[in-house]
């Protein structure tokens, strides 16, 4: 059978919770009654996160942290584990969003991109498995997004690494099921967070981050492998991908509006959630 997670198990740990999504869903676990440790590398953004909670059924402890350090990924596990208690159910969630163009291709980027929202997941996965896996049961969610189910405009660094942290859960569910490990891949479409505010584009069936943090959390209780909303723009993407790349090419270009568009516009700046 497929592990549910619920707080009577133990606590839930969220990544990137200092804003946007992970924010809301550390409030939405708290409500459900989960004891919550959210790490960030902002302790001030977490503490006060911590004291929004107060009023909830459950809390928010602040285990500050940078994903893209495996050492000090593992020593927080340990940490969570030791005060609060096993983890059960785990959002591995921290990521960026820099633009890319091939006219000004900044190396960094990629560097950056893959840092934070492939290696922060793996640095976070190993030792979660390592717990999970000796008590033979555990939940994980990972963020990616729909931007990996195919090549967007401006998104070559952030839709690579949505589509490795795909490609990824989905070769390591084949051995979380043999250990017990209920794997999910969170694919989201627009949401309106502090990370898409710069966004200089139309974010069709865009929703607030509260109605975001509900749908993940209904998806960790009731969802099979995929988490993915708004469903209307992630099936329509997931049809268009299936299209032959002489169509795909131009339809992409004629919906995001890039066959109007110009080639020295300048890419905007990364920003860390």
């Known amino acids: 059978m497929v592990y549910r997670a619920a707080p009577k198990d133990g606590v839930a740990w969220v990544t990137g919770a200092s804003s946007g999504i992970g924010k809301a ?64 159910l785990a959002f591995l969630n921290a990521g960026i969003a820099p633009y890319t163009r091939a006219g ?36 994980v969610g990972v963020t990616a997004s729909v931007a990996g189910y195919g090549g967007l405009p401006r998104a070559a660094a952030y839709g690579a690494s949505k589509a490795a942290v795909i490609h990824l859960c989905e070769a ?17 479409g627009f949401v309106k967070t502090p990370l898409t505010a710069k966004n200089d584009f139309p974010m069709p069936t865009a929703i607030e981050e509260d109605e975001a943090a509900r749908r993940i959390c209904d998806g960790f209780e009731t969802a099979g492998f995929e988490i993915t909303f708004p469903r209307r723009l992630a099936w329509t993407l997931k049809l268009v991908n299936l299209l032959p790349y002489r169509l795909y090419f131009p339809l992409i270009a004629r919906a995001t509006g890039w066959n109007r568009r110009s080639a020295a516009a300048a890419p905007a700046a990364a920003k860390q959630a």
């Open 104 to 139: 000004d291709l900044d190396v960094s980027a990629f560097a950056k991109a893959h840092a934070v929202n492939v290696m922060g997941v793996v640095n976070g996965l190993a030792p979660l498995f390592a717990v999970m896996g000796a008590r033979g049961r555990g939940q």
């Open 25 to 88: 869903v550390a409030l939405e676990l708290a409500r459900r009654g989960y004891t919550v440790a959210v790490t960030a590398r902002r302790h001030e953004e977490l503490e006060t996160l911590a004291h929004k909670a107060e009023s909830l059924a459950g809390r928010i402890v602040a285990h500050e942290g940078d994903v893209t350090d495996e050492a000090a990924m593992a020593g927080i596990v340990r940490a969570i584990e030791q005060a609060h208690g096993p983890i059960a």
């Open 172 to 188: 390591l569910k084949y051995d979380c099921d043999l250990l017990g490990i209920n794997l999910q891949v969170v694919n989201p």
